[in-house]
């Protein structure tokens, strides 16, 4: 049941799983790709 599961480990498998390389990502981590569109590498439009 997931009432019994905590906070602080949903957040380390979360954070483990965002900084693995991904070949649909061009072997970027999704945590690479996130922060380059909040940076303003990529254009939107």
């Known amino acids: 049941e997931f009432n019994q599961v ?3 480990f949903i ?3 979360a ?3 965002n900084h693995i390389p991904r ?3 061009n072997y970027q ?5 996130f922060l ?3 940076n303003g590498k ?3 439009a």
Not at 29 to 33: A, F, I, K, M, N
């Open 6 to 8: 905590n906070q602080g």
């Open 11 to 13: 957040s380390s498998v």
């Open 15 to 17: 954070s483990k799983r």
């Open 23 to 25: 070949k649909s990502l």
């Open 29 to 33: 981590t999704p945590l690479e790709v």
């Open 36 to 38: 380059s569109y909040v």
């Open 42 to 44: 990529f254009c939107l």
